[in-house]
């Protein structure tokens, strides 16, 4: 079976630009995760979906910062406009609807913005 | 709120040493316990979980109990090798919340570094 799946793997761009990151979940997983890892930060969790539906976005740090899920097997995180403190790595996860399910984590998007 | 704590790192240690990542937690609800790990350039893997009190986790020679007299969830391994190099996190899942869903509260990772 294919795991999660995210594109692009590394985006560099310059500030000021729109990024787009996106994350094909696991066929039959209902739940869908975006999170964003840095150094400094750590793992934080950003948005959740359930049923493509956001259920928790309490992370996301800006309003330049918005995600979708318009099917149950795509959803895109976007950046607009990007700036330099938004380097890291965005990661996406699936999971099984309810609770207690082990989330599943793709490869990863690295992003430099310069 | 939820919250996991694990020992800052990094840890460093020798080829076939033993290994024990400290990890506790504070829950409202009825907790899972995941460890993940994250090898270098990758997305973050399950590693183990235990879903109720006194459970056991184990794989590829790691171990984990669920003890929720001392809230915690601490990684073993008996004899680490090379290739266990990497961040390891651990995790809790809020079950008793409905809507707190499958949520992943994790801890800050511990980077571990096994050396020949």
């Known amino acids: 079976d294919a795991g999660v799946i995210q594109s692009p793997r590394h985006e560099v761009t310059e500030m000021g630009q729109e990024v787009t990151l996106r994350c094909k979940p696991i066929?039959?997983?209902?739940?869908l995760f975006w999170y964003r890892q840095t150094m400094m930060r750590g793992l934080e969790l950003l948005i959740y979906f359930n049923n493509n539906v956001p259920i928790d976005d309490s992370g996301m740090p800006e309003d330049r910062f918005s995600a979708k899920m318009p099917n149950a097997s795509f959803s895109t995180l976007k950046i607009q406009p990007s700036e330099p403190r938004d380097s890291a790595v965005y990661f996406c996860?699936?999971?099984?609807?309810?609770?207690?399910?082990?989330?599943?984590f793709g490869p990863g998007t690295r992003l430099l913005v310069l | 709120g939820d919250s996991v704590t694990q020992m800052e790192g990094p840890v460093t240690l020798s080829e076939e040493a033993f290994l024990t990542i400290n990890c506790t937690y504070t829950?409202?609800?009825?907790?899972?316990l995941f460890w993940y790990v994250q090898y270098p350039g990758e997305g973050l893997q399950l590693l183990l979980k235990?879903?109720?009190?006194?459970d056991k986790g184990s794989n590829k020679g790691f171990e984990a109990t669920y003890r929720k007299e001392t809230t915690s969830f601490h990684l073993e391994k008996g004899s680490v090798q090379v290739s266990d190099s990497a961040v390891y996190f651990c995790a809790l899942s809020d079950g008793g919340i409905k809507a707190a869903g499958n949520k992943l509260t994790f801890g800050g990772g511990t980077r571990v570094l096994v050396k020949p």
């Open positions: 066929s039959g997983h209902n739940s």
């Open positions: 235990a879903t109720k009190a006194d």
């Open positions: 829950a409202t609800g009825y907790p899972s």
């Open positions: 996860a699936s999971s099984e609807q309810g609770v207690k399910q082990t989330q599943y």
